[in-house]
């Protein structure tokens, strides 16, 4: 399977440098921590090696996105969540911020329906706007710290509060009423 991921994300590369952002943003929040967001992962470490580094900030947003879209949205949206949920939440910010997708697990897996599209949207979106703002990144691990490394920082901080934004935005949505 990961050799099979390697493979179309290799091609995908050749033909679109933007197509490549989002489909390895988005497969960072399909699973937040399973098989995909692995081999988007291994794939923009890889791409480090190789002098590709605008891989890996694509791969990294798409893993910070998720989180922060989440504690957005708990936090701003109160009748869309459970108490606990709405307790929960913050944490998110600082799990999103240090590129810990794993913040999101639980309340993906408690709604996957609503939580896993709208996470998957916006780490898209962010992705999409570190290739169109020629983000790269170094460094293969460290959230928001490894900002002061990359090409553009400033242009990858918007990406990362438009994505989160679109995300918590597109949850808001489709999430149901508490009441």
């Not at 703002?133 to 002061?148: D, E, L, Q, R, W």
């Not at 490394?149 to 509060?161: G, W």
Request: glycine share 10%; with cysteine; proline share 6%.
């Amino acid at each position: 399977l990961n050799n099979g991921l390697t493979n179309l994300l290799s091609s995908l590369g050749n033909s679109s440098r933007l197509l490549l952002s989002i489909v390895l943003a988005a497969m960072m929040a399909i699973d937040m921590g399973g098989p995909f967001n692995k081999a988007a992962y291994v794939f923009g470490t890889a791409a480090i090696a190789d002098g590709n580094t605008w891989i890996m900030a694509a791969v990294m947003i798409g893993g910070m996105v998720p989180p922060i879209a989440i504690a957005l949205s708990t936090s701003l949206y109160k009748r869309k969540w459970s108490a606990q949920e709405i307790k929960s939440g913050p944490v998110n910010y600082l799990m999103g911020l240090c590129f810990i997708t794993e913040g999101a697990i639980p309340y993906a897996a408690s709604d996957p329906i609503r939580v896993i599209p709208s996470c998957m949207v916006g780490s898209a979106v962010a992705g999409a706007l570190t290739s169109l703002f020629n983000v790269s990144c170094p460094a293969p691990h460290g959230g928001i710290f490894t900002f002061v490394v990359c090409d553009h920082p400033l242009l990858y901080f918007v990406a990362l509060a438009v994505g989160s934004i679109v995300g918590a935005l597109m949850l808001t949505m489709l999430k149901k009423n508490q009441d």
